[in-house]
């Protein structure tokens, strides 16, 4: 006889291999999708923002979106809800919040 908790072990192993399976399939697809949704997202701000920072002025360095509002607070992933920032005043406009 096979003990419960072996029998409950092997359905929660079968599960995740199921999951694993659904993933490998479908979880690229779907990344990817979202992925280049976020970055042309990004891109177009950084565009709107002639690509200088809309806090410190400064050009010719990695930019950053920041949600104006953020998302847990109703913002949403629009272009209008997004700012071009530097790497430090992303971190100072993280911080202040």
Not at 31 to 39: F, H, L, N, Q, V
Not at 61 to 88: F, M, Q, T, Y
């Amino acid at each position: 006889p096979v003990s419960p908790w072996l029998g409950a072990l092997a359905a929660g192993l079968a599960f995740h291999r199921l999951l694993d399976d659904i993933d490998d399939r479908w979880g690229p697809w779907w990344r990817g999708r979202a992925t280049r949704r976020k970055m042309a997202l990004h891109h177009a701000a950084y565009r709107r923002a002639g690509y200088c920072c809309q806090s410190c002025g400064a050009s010719g360095v990695k930019l950053e979106a920041h949600h104006r509002i953020k998302r847990e607070d109703g913002g949403r992933d629009s272009v209008d809800n997004l700012v071009a920032l530097c790497a430090p005043c992303h971190r100072i406009a993280h911080s202040v919040r």
